[in-house]
Nanobody
Framework: QVQLVESGGGLVQAGGSLRLACAAS????????MGWFRQAPGKQREFVAT????????TYADSTKGRVTISRDNAKNMVYLQMNSLKSEDTAVYYC????????????WGQGTQVTVSS
């Protein structure tokens, strides 16, 4: 099992920045990809960014590309999401997720952290 705990959410004005953090614990050796997802009220959960645990290659959703940066610190078992130029439409609960190498989907999810952007 892998446990994921997000932090860093909060209330920020439009144009501001936030840095989310995700702490992974447990069987972290099984992690292949870490991802950030978000779910706004009344909407489906959507992909934000991913990073390979080994190597660090990244992918980004078109909606956030250029405004967010995903990074990791393997030594600390941490993944971060730096978000800049925040917009009201970025308001959502942000979830950290982990995918094992042998899995087709994300096996582990955090409890989420709320990000609210005021206009």
């Amino acid at each position: 099992q892998v446990q994921l705990v997000e932090s860093g959410g909060g209330l920020v004005q439009a144009g501001g920045s936030l840095r989310l953090a995700c702490a992974a614990s447990g069987r972290t050796f099984s992690i292949y990809i870490m991802g950030w997802f978000r779910q706004a009220p009344g909407k489906q959960r959507e992909f934000v960014a991913t990073i390979k645990w080994s190597g660090g290659s990244t992918t980004y959703a078109d909606s956030t590309k250029g405004r967010v940066t995903i990074s990791r610190d393997n030594a600390k078992n941490m993944v971060y999401l730096q978000m800049n130029s925040l917009k009201s439409e970025d308001t959502a609960v942000y979830y950290c997720a982990a995918k094992a190498r042998w899995s087709s989907g994300y096996d582990y999810w955090g409890q989420g952290t709320q990000v609210t952007v005021s206009s």
